[in-house]
């Protein structure tokens, strides 16, 4: 199967930003964090590219997902 | 039919499931996700044999705990009504499962209040964030708003001033947080303070762009223009399910006595979704043991 590109917007202070790269980790996938609290070209790219003001923004390929749903990153992963 | 059906993910949920699954009582634990309230909670450092712990951690530690004992769970759907039945209790689920059991323990939690004004759902995610820690920085360089009168409010100044052009505290009382909270974050260059006003509005198209606010005490409107609204105005009990079949206090919060009974034989409730005085982790944690033992000593009754 063709890994996905998975793209995880996050801050440091987030605890659901942490449940869901924890949820990622656990299961073996690959994904880039961007601290958009630090990294302004990421925090730009998260609000004009996914259209998203809120984090996590999870992206998954072309898919943008808000916020931390087990259920929803299962499906869109094929977990 | 499982003897007993725990509602909720958070502290009292997972530790009354972990006594009764101890007590090899037939459990059926019901809530959209594992976790709960301490899972938006960064420090913690009054949960006893923990110096320091951060809320997800400690929260992992919860669940690993639980799925050492045989229990059933079902997460993800939401229990949206609980009817009592002849012996026991029926709960549906927004799947359109329904499940019944003879005794129910309710461990919901709170979740945090909304203002219900125009333009607040709509733009939610949008500029309108519940999680100042979580989204502060996305609006740094920007004007903001922060609703709230309490230590919560008070905390997301004290983050937004240092990042934010300028910050609005808009609160309906006095401020109502610690002192030594207020003396620390009031004052600051880029903090413009509006007691006794009320928010009337959120506009913008796509994203927030303006808060239209109105003087309590002059009737007097003013809009703000901001990019961000951050809402701290508390919390409120997650409680619907034992509207019409137990009684609640007026906030909302199920009334329960000493043993974690509603008054309604077989049905329990544990935790910041009751009237018990003090919202804590570790007291959480007491009345959920506290109710699957008296719910057992119900259950050998019948």
């Known amino acids: ?79 | 039919m499982p003897e007993l059906i725990i509602i909720g993910g958070g502290p009292a949920a997972l530790t009354a499931a972990v006594y009764a699954a101890r007590k090899r009582i037939d459990t059926l634990l019901l809530s959209t996700e594992l976790g709960g309230q301490p899972l938006t909670t960064l420090g913690i450092e009054n949960y006893m044999g923990y110096q320091y712990i951060e809320g997800p951690e400690l929260m992992q530690k919860f669940e690993e705990q639980m799925k050492q004992f045989p229990l059933e769970q079902k997460i993800g759907p939401a229990v949206i009504a609980l009817s009592r039945l002849d012996g026991g209790f029926e709960v549906k689920t927004d799947n359109g499962e329904s499940y019944q059991a003879k005794a129910v323990i309710i461990a919901t939690g709170k979740r945090p209040r909304s203002l219900n004004v125009p333009g607040e759902e709509r733009l939610r995610g949008r500029g309108v964030t519940y999680c100042a820690i979580c989204d502060g920085p996305l609006f740094a360089g920007e004007k903001v708003a922060v609703i709230g009168g309490g230590n919560s409010a008070l905390e997301a100044v004290d983050d937004m001033v240092k990042i934010a052009e300028h910050v609005h505290l808009v609160s309906l009382t006095p401020l109502t947080g610690d002192q030594i909270v207020i003396d620390r974050v009031i004052g600051a260059a880029n903090l413009s303070v509006f007691l006794e006003h009320e928010v009337v509005e959120i506009e913008g198209s796509s994203r927030v762009e303006v808060i239209a606010i109105r003087d309590l005490k002059t009737g007097e409107q003013k809009k703000l223009k901001v990019g961000g609204v951050f809402i701290e105005i508390g919390l409120i009990p997650n409680s619907e399910l034992a509207k019409g079949i137990a009684k609640l206090n007026k906030l909302g919060e199920i009334e329960v006595n000493c043993a974690c009974a509603t008054g309604i034989p077989g049905l329990y409730a544990a935790g910041d979704v009751t009237d018990v005085p003090e919202k804590q982790i570790v007291v959480a944690a007491g009345e959920g043991a506290k109710a699957a033992l008296q719910a057992r000593r119900y259950l050998q009754r019948l």
Request: some cysteine; hydrophobic content about 40%.
């Open chain 1, 1 to 79: 199967m063709g890994a996905k590109e998975v793209k995880v917007y996050t801050t440091p202070g987030c605890p659901w930003c942490k449940r869901a790269k924890k949820f990622l980790e656990d299961n073996g996938v690959e994904y880039q964090d961007f601290n958009v609290a630090e990294d302004k070209a990421a925090r730009e790219e998260m609000i004009t590219k996914c259209d998203s003001l809120a984090v996590p923004t999870i992206c998954i390929d072309s898919e943008v997902i808000v916020g931390f749903n087990e259920a929803v990153l299962k499906e869109k992963l094929g977990l």
